[in-house]
């Protein structure tokens, strides 16, 4: 049975006319005609009633067009399951920074692998920088890195990650309704130096109180402020993602600070320009579920 005429006889239905259909296949419509009949003569029994410009489905119509839908379906799933297949390399080659690899692949590459289980998967760090030269250079298939752009790359959001100041268990901001700018800046501070412009908009919180900051701790990666807060050496300003489980452990605590809102560490995916495509908009989608559950988890 040929596919096409299938294709012909779903159309017919779902816009109610020959010549709209022939219109949403590109044909003619005497093309379109041409497959009915060629399917009725396959079925051996008439689909249509014609009375002049008006169609009608006949009983044997009616009957078939279930069969004609799943059967449509069906060829159209796999010809899109056949099609990504050849889209897919055998390595997926992931240029990304430190921060991505410790927090969000751990979440994400077993779905990615669910998704393609004969998928194998190279990840490497460095700073944003190198990942956008080796993705140029076709030494990466795609890139997790800082916002950057590029004409020769495609750069999309991929997860927007909330700057606030933690605090560790049992210290007594937790219990406090609002804190303010003034008695952040009379605690030790454990401060994460990253460079980004994310981060002096933290340090600039800090330029119009009469207070200097005590910077007790300043660390070039998330993990040791993380771990020096957990201390109780200090209080930090960190990206939500780096402290999840610590959160949900009830180790760290959250402290409200309207001089905060708004400042995030946003990540971007990068690709070169027409490549790899099936796996970067599987990409973005699996972080869209990344942030669906972390804000579940707020």
Known sequence: MNIENIEAFVYVIHFGSFNKAADALFLSQPSVTARIQSLEREL????FIREGKKIALTPKGKQFIPYAQQILGSYQKGKEHVQQKKAVPNTLRIGCTVSVANYMLPEL?????????????????????????????HEAD??????????????????????????????PFIEKSMVSMEQVVQEALVFYECGSLDWVRVHRLFENLEQSPQFDYQVDNYETAKKLVLKKMGIGFLPRLSVEQEVRNKQLYAIDLPEVSG????TN?????????????????LGKTLSLNISIHK
């Open 44 to 47: 051996d029994c008439l689909l």
């Open 263 to 266: 400042i995030s560490l946003q």
């Open 269 to 285: 995916l990068i690709a070169l320009k027409g490549e790899h495509s099936v796996l970067y908009k599987t990409m973005l989608e």
């Open 109 to 137: 590459l077993p779905r990615l692998k669910l998704k393609y289980p004969d998928l194998n998967i190279k990840v490497t760090t460095a700073v944003t920088d190198e990942v956008v030269r080796r993705v140029l250079n």
């Open 142 to 171: 795609l890139g997790l890195v800082r916002q950057v752009t590029h004409p020769n790359m495609e750069s999309t959001k991929f997860h927007d990650d909330e700057i606030r100041l933690f605090v560790p268990e049992g210290h």
